[in-house]
């Protein structure tokens, strides 16, 4: 068994003798010392004076770079640069040119700001940003870059300071970069032209385009700009300005702009024309409300502003009823193979071909 731990009495200790004042009655028994403890300082007073410079030299940066970056978006030039209020429709149309490889086409009232806006804004903000980068201009008829373009160009860069040379066709900038602008009698002039410069860049801008040859377009997309911008107030239906609106729709930025949409253009004026010519002229139709032509002649199924209008707002789909068709031609016509489910034509195929025989072999396999 093991052996009982005896319990051993400690001795009393001796009472601990305070020093220092004697501590107020119902307070903690602590005693603090009277001097007084110097606040710990602020973040930024710790910083020696080097990283003091070197951190508002950063904050200066930042803000440079904000500011920077704001002067550098092409729908800011206007204000920025040339002192033009660009209107909602101006700046939507500059934002969508600002992006690179982007197809913008506009189609807009008369006198709605297309020339001296648009293209002198996206022609001068193209050479500002883009050293030794190139811009080719040409519009419907060469009287307009002649006689209006260039003058506007001519008369905003004398307010953009040095390294500006200008002639009756060319502007260059001292960073090397250049406008050129052509009539469109040849199409030759179109070929061979190509992206410049450290960045690759080419802007092509064709003003009035409702009068531009088809052969032009073909040789300017063969060019492949960086970016592309048709424009004009809206002629005929027919021809590859049309088209960008219809059947090559998914390829561009659409823009439609109305003379109601630009506020330098009196209200009083526009109802005047629109008394003089009839709201449902032709004219009015492109002048006024930027719409092309129906021309195409009476007893069509759907005229030309509605089948916009349904473009522009398509409606909702609706799958039911499926029905096929065929424009079956012979002599080489084009023949037509069409599929409808509900209102909404699943497949469309067209072809020529000289013999009967194989088309009716096409179109029962
Ligand atoms: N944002 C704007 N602010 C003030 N005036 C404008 C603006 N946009 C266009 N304009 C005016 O519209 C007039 C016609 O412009 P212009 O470029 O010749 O039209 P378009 O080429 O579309 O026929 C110009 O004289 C210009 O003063
Ligand atoms: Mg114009």
Redesign the pocket.
């Known amino acids: 068994m093991a052996a009982k731990k005896k319990l051993v009495v400690l001795k009393q200790q001796p009472k601990i003798k305070r020093t220092g004042p004697k501590p107020k009655e119902g307070k903690f028994d602590v005693v603090l010392s009277t001097k007084k403890v110097k606040k710990a300082p602020a973040p930024s007073l710790i910083l020696s004076p080097n990283e003091r410079k070197s951190r508002a030299a950063l904050e200066r940066i930042a803000k440079d770079h904000d500011a920077l970056e704001e002067a550098s978006l092409l729908e800011n030039f ?1 204000q920025t640069f040339i002192d ?4 909602d429709w ?1 700046c939507r149309v500059l934002q969508d040119l600002n992006e690179k490889e982007s197809r913008v086409a506009l189609k ?12 002198a804004s996206a022609i001068l903000w193209h050479m500002v940003r883009f050293p030794e980068s190139l811009v080719v201009t040409t519009a419907g008829v060469w009287r307009q870059v002649e006689g ?1 373009l260039w003058p ?1 160009l001519r008369k905003y860069v004398g307010g953009l300071g040095q390294g500006w040379r200008i002639t009756s066709s060319e502007l260059h900038y001292a960073n090397g970069s250049r406008a050129i602008g052509f009539s469109t009698n040849d199409p030759g002039k179109f070929e061979g032209w190509h992206r410049q410069g450290p960045t690759e860049n080419l802007l092509m801008i064709v ?1 009035e385009a409702k009068t531009v040859p088809n052969e032009i377009f073909t040789a300017i997309t063969r060019c492949q700009p960086s970016r592309l911008l048709v424009m004009s ?1 809206p002629g005929s239906s027919a021809g590859a300005f049309y088209e960008s609106f219809t059947k090559q729709r998914k390829f561009w930025d659409c823009h439609t702009v109305t003379a109601y949409d ?3 253009l009196e209200k009083g004026w526009i109802a005047e024309q629109i008394e003089m010519y009839g709201e449902n002229s032709p004219l009015i139709r492109s002048m006024i409300y930027g719409e092309f032509m129906d021309d195409s002649g009476e007893g069509l199924v759907l005229n030309l502003k509605n089948l916009e209008e349904c473009l522009q707002n398509p409606p909702e789909l609706n799958m039911g009823m499926r029905v096929a068709f065929i424009d079956f031609a012979a002599g080489g016509d084009e023949c037509v193979f069409a599929y409808r489910n509900g209102n909404k034509v699943m497949e469309m195929v067209t072809w020529r071909e000289r013999n009967t025989n194989t088309t009716i072999g096409k179109i029962i396999t």
């Open positions: 206007p033009v209020g660009a209107y101006q807009a009232a008369n006198g709605s700001g297309k020339t001296s806006v648009i293209a209006q506007t003003d107030s630009c506020p330098h």
